[in-house]
């Protein structure tokens, strides 16, 4: 089963091109509107953003460290793919120069009869996350 990710330019990185806007969101400023706000998309610097995603839900409530090799997204960026419309936020831990993209990982896999449920993700780093694939993980 191919995720769709490659390992280019950024540590790990998406196959389609993103498009970022200029300027670093505050991880905690954005994590705190994720746990306060009962709706479902802010406007940040003019643009519409989607703040309700699981993704988001995991960092706000979990934290930001990887769960397996231990880097901390410190860095929120609004980018978008070249052919969507739609902004979202993606978090980024710095290691080494590089910018590798943070991701929520089930710890029992969907595959295996996991869930989506808060309980069941963890964060992690896209690398980490491609190399466990879909094996089952204690770790969280």
Request: glycine fraction near 10%; charged fraction near 25%.
């Amino acid at each position: 089963m191919s995720l769709g990710l490659a390992l280019v330019g950024r540590e790990l990185a998406v196959n389609n091109p993103l498009v970022r806007k200029p300027g670093i969101y505050d991880p905690e400023t954005i994590f705190a509107l994720v746990r306060k706000s009962p709706v479902k998309q802010v406007v940040l610097d003019g643009d519409d953003v989607k703040i309700c995603s699981v993704r988001l839900r995991v960092f706000a409530y979990k934290g930001c460290q990887c769960v397996s090799c231990g880097v901390v997204g410190t860095r929120v960026y609004k980018e978008r793919g070249v052919d969507q419309i739609r902004w979202h936020l993606n978090l980024y831990a710095v290691v080494d120069g590089k910018e590798i993209l943070m991701t929520k990982d089930h710890t029992v896999p969907k595959c295996l009869g996991g869930s989506n449920a808060l309980s069941n993700l963890q964060p992690m780093c896209a690398k980490c996350n491609f190399a466990k694939g879909a094996k089952y993980d204690s770790l969280g």
